[in-house]
DNA sequence: AACAAGACCTGCATGC
DNA sequence: TGCATGCAGGTCTTGT
């Protein structure tokens, strides 16, 4: 999926579009995403205003002036993306909302991995699906007490706990590679296994991997394009992921490709130790 | 409680 | 050309 970047510039577009704007019309055009949508889901955004754009790891916040706020999450395949009411519809484009400015929002997702849900503003981060997810990797939330809190004792490898929602909100495959590398941390290591030292390495290199794919409006592989339908370009500058055997950026060793929990990972054996 | 594996879907690249 | 296989940015649910 999209992961925080593409979660975050997706929102960051959505901006202008939606902000302060009537939902004027919703059509939902799927029997369902990866859960059915909740009772009554059309009626209760149509007319309502959007007072606020937010985001929570990977789920993108929409608030609206009814007190209750529109939960987005785009899966593995999932797009936001601005059109007009005029433009034919694609084939997966599940749920489409025209605004009173006359655009329209679609949510398209061949894979159908994402989600809608409604939360209560007052209350969504006890929403179920926010409720037990980790601290924002770009606040103050992320300290080096929290990881090393959250990894005493873990037996999986740091790769595999990184990717824990849980323990921190926002990484998926692609980042969770690049912030090791940048950290110069075997993936393989199990996360109750660093030191403090490691530990304090991972954090600043987890958000300046964050931070650039935000800069670059985040990557574009296969399906993520940002909300106004332009390409991120994170992937030309991916230290190690989809860069199996070609050189390092460092070191000129080959990058080595595997499998952890069913996922690849990509990492320098020379670098990363 | 912790961890692994299965499940949910479609589309695309690859190899026979 | 057609078909089978494997792989893809996620994460909830089920099983050990």
Redesign the pocket.
Same mark, same amino acid.
């Given at each position: 999926?999209? &992961?925080l970047p &593409?979660v975050e510039t997706t929102m960051r577009g959505l901006l202008p579009l939606l902000l302060n704007r009537q939902l004027a019309k919703v059509t939902v055009r799927a029997e369902?995403l =990866?859960?059915p949508f909740p009772p009554r889901f059309a009626q209760r955004l149509t007319g309502a205003t959007v007072t606020s754009l937010n985001r929570r790891?990977?789920?993108i916040l929409i608030g609206l002036d009814s007190g209750e706020t529109l939960l987005v @999450? %785009?899966?593995? /395949?999932g797009r936001l993306v601005k059109a007009h009411s005029g433009d034919p519809l694609n #084939? @997966?484009d599940h749920v489409v909302i025209d605004t009173d400015k006359g655009d329209q929002l679609r949510f398209h997702d061949? =894979? =159908?991995?994402g989600?809608m849900d409604i939360a209560i503003t007052n209350d969504y981060h006890n929403h179920? %699906?926010l409720a037990?997810i980790g601290p924002e990797p770009l606040s103050d939330d992320l300290t080096l007490d929290h990881l090393a809190k959250v990894f005493a004792? #873990?037996?999986?490898?740091v790769k595999?706990?990184l990717?824990d929602?849980?323990l921190i909100a926002? %990484?998926?495959?692609?980042?969770v590679s690049e912030a090791l590398y940048y950290a110069r941390i075997d993936p393989v290591r %199990?996360?109750?296994s660093l030191t403090k030292a490691e530990l304090k390495r991972l954090i600043p290199a987890i958000q300046q991997v964050l931070n650039a794919s935000i800069n670059a409006g !985040?990557? /574009?592989? =296969? *399906?993520?394009v940002q909300a106004t339908g332009e390409m !991120?370009h994170f992937?030309n500058q991916f230290a190690v992921? *989809?860069r199996a055997n070609a050189p390092c950026l460092k070191c000129r060793t080959g990058v080595q490709?595997l499998?952890q929990?069913?996922?690849?990972t990509f990492f320098c054996p020379k670098c990363q130790k």
């Open positions: 999926m999209p &992961e &593409e369902k =990866r859960f790891a990977k789920y @999450h %785009l899966g593995m /395949s #084939k @997966h061949p =894979r =159908r991995f989600l179920k %699906l037990a004792g #873990k037996k999986v490898p595999v706990a990717l929602q849980r926002g %990484l998926g495959n692609i980042y %199990l996360a109750g !985040g990557t /574009s592989m =296969r *399906d993520y !991120g992937q992921y *989809d490709r499998v929990a069913g996922r690849a």
